[in-house]
């Protein structure tokens, strides 16, 4: 509801019991605005894919636009023309917004929660500004204020309603899904299975064949970054994903290039243990842990059936890590 209170004497913010009414309507009209835009932001970003949310943010901005109206003409009839430049960065202990920017990196899901958050943050510190003063005209203000935003919380249900029935809400729930599977999970289910699988062999050759954990671990270490690196830049580079759709390159390169990298060194760092039998005991542990959690991945998210992942994902590890025990045994 309110952000934590900061010391004016330090940050040069003011208080928010220490404005006045015009202090406050200015206020009122500036966080207005800028919420005005955020809703139009969310809805230029959702527009191509989800288009009925899209409806949704751009009714939620022409309502701000006009409670902003509506106070500025209040505003003007009261204390005239010219505005207290005040926004709500300069108040300390007034509600903040996150910067405009981030919403780019935000999903439909999450651009939902983030607006009602918006509209019940503002409601509350309104409510809880009027509960403060003990003028009876900022009082009445304030309440008014608060009742404003409590409508807008209102109107952004009744505009769900209008646009969002079940069916399309269902649809554009189930693109979102598909495209966190295409930007996240496919390329980090990609990377940890050839960090996991790919690196067996050569971690666990050098285990049989030298059985000193220390050089072990530095082959599984450079292994597995080096395939993490090699990994998060072939992703990010062979496809931009502007006819794909599969997302940002940046995105699924980090993706792929962290999971590949955690995939080889889960069964890597066991040999930092100095004691060889139990580093490679744990190891085998871990290796058991990476490929049933390929298994359930693979499950979940790409609606693979379970038993035929288990299947491929054991016995491939399964050669893999047999060919590596081999070839160092030998």
Partial sequence: MLSRPSLPGFSGKRRFDDLSERDVLALAIS??????????????????????????????????????RRLLDLYQHRFGDVIVPIRREHVADFYARKPVWLVENLGLDRIREEAQDMERRAADFYVAAAGRTRDVDTRKLLGELAAAEAGHENKARDLAETHLD?????????????QFVLTWVQPGLAGLMDGSVSTLAPIFATAFATQDPHTTFLIGLSAS???????????????????????????RGLASGLMTALGGLGHALPYLIPHFWTATAIALAVVFIELWAIVWIQNRFMDTPFLRAAFQILLGGGLVLAAGILIGGA
């Fill in 31 to 68: 966080a207005e605005e800028e919420d005005g835009r955020i809703y139009a932001i969310y809805a230029q970003k959702l527009r191509a894919d989800y288009p009925a949310s899209a409806a949704v943010f751009d009714g939620m901005a022409a309502e701000e636009d006009e409670h902003r």
């Fill in 166 to 178: 079940g069916e399309t809400r269902d649809q554009e729930d189930l693109a979102a899904r598909r």
């Fill in 225 to 251: 970054v080096g395939a993490g690196i090699s990994m998060g830049f072939t992703e990010a580079a062979h496809d931009d994903g502007k006819l794909s759709g599969r997302g940002a390159p940046w995105k």
